[in-house]
DNA sequence: CTTTCGGTTGAACGGTTGTTCAAATGATAT
DNA sequence: ATATCATTTGAACAACCGTTCAACCGAAAG
């Protein structure tokens, strides 16, 4: 007989599956969360965001900092205003970039203490 | 005269870029922090961690819960481990996955604020 | 009005990622 | 010892992601 590999497989403790699957949040509340991490989930963007926790700056200041280009830096920030965390103000020609709010701040601060503790 | 663009551009602030260059954090530790955020931006990986957060459980019973695959599970539960989010326990033939530790539940809890604000 | 220039945008490219499929482990139960 | 079966693994493939390049936009300065 083939060894057919079932696409979703037995369950074996059914008790449990069905508790958890009561309490598991909404598809879309999910997958709203997943993108607010997959932003954080990159060097660049980290930096960036860590950067003007620290003081406001504009496209020029952060490309220099990170040695990038103003486009590659343009791109990325551009994903952190969609996942709305961070807004601008213009000075003249220059837009200056900071944190929308100190949540995003708060969850640095959990992240890094799993981190030390290794 | 072409129009050439200068691939690292003109610092406007220099005052700025300076002070904030000062605190950045060193490579390696952005790196892991990246590589932290990286796992948590997955709807698979998220609805796994939610789940053994409620009740520990095995990989057979997560791809039930889940509707994937055992081998699809067993994969992200690889990332979850090298990152250590999870630790298992053997009892007979089956492996039961939980959490590591609790920073990862107050990670949630912060962006889940974060988003709930909007 | 025209020029300047900081910032944005879109296409294109390598590289990475998540899932599937098939095969292999390896601890347990017989 | 052998068979069973939950779990793991590796290769393959399509989808996605980050950077570059070139062109464009638009507010402000002249």
Chains 1, 2 share one sequence.
Not at 29 to 54: H, M, N, P, Q
């Amino acid at each position: 007989m083939p060894d057919i590999q079932e696409s979703v497989c037995a369950v074996i403790h059914k008790d449990i599956v069905d508790e958890v699957k009561e309490s598991i949040p909404r598809e879309d509340e999910t997958s709203r969360l997943a993108s607010f991490f997959k932003v954080f989930g990159d060097e660049t963007r980290l930096k960036i965001l860590w950067a003007i926790d620290r003081h406001e700056m504009c496209v020029c200041d952060l490309a220099a900092l990170l040695g990038m280009t103003k486009s590659a830096v343009s791109h990325q920030l551009r994903l952190l205003r969609e996942e709305n965390l961070v807004r601008t103000r213009r000075d003249g020609k220059v837009i200056f970039y900071q944190l929308s709010d100190s949540h995003v701040t708060q969850v640095f601060e959990k992240s890094v203490e799993h981190i030390e503790e290794k």
